[in-house]
């Protein structure tokens, strides 16, 4: 799960997906991480955390981290939140293998608004993430 700075959406999205695999008996690897390096360290938004606890999903441990070439090799998958992260994780891949691992986490190339100025965002932002996280996991993404 990929967003810019790895502090609202993808710490996010990353929680919802594990929350999701674990109820399903799933046992995958479930990371986030962010195309900017400025909150690398840092723990997610005070408000995703807020959104994810009132929802029973605790991401208040994560930790922010930037995207990663290695990235590729450690993951099958690998979702951006909007285009500008998709563009930007596009250009770390290596082969065409690489990118045929990425894609947008919504369908018909709809971005995941970027919550950070709008407090207002944070419930429909997690809403959308939720109902992708039930895509993947029920294999329909």
Request: proline residues 5%; charged residues 30%.
């Amino acid at each position: 799960m990929v967003c810019l700075g790895n502090i609202c959406r993808s710490p996010l999205a990353e929680g919802i997906l594990r929350h999701l695999a674990v109820q399903q008996g799933l046992n995958w690897e479930v990371d986030s991480a962010g195309t900017g390096n400025w909150h690398v360290g840092d723990p997610p938004d005070r408000r995703s955390v807020k959104v994810a606890q009132r929802h029973g999903i605790d991401i208040s441990g994560l930790r922010g981290r930037q995207f990663q070439t290695a990235d590729f090799d450690e993951f099958d998958r690998i979702f951006a939140m909007d285009l500008n992260n998709y563009r930007d994780i596009i250009l770390k891949a290596r082969t065409e293998e690489d990118k045929a691992k990425v894609q947008l986490l919504l369908d018909d190339q709809q971005p995941v608004p970027d919550p950070w100025y709008d407090d207002a965002l944070f419930d429909p932002v997690y809403k959308m993430i939720y109902d992708a996280c039930e895509k993947i996991v029920a294999g329909k993404k």
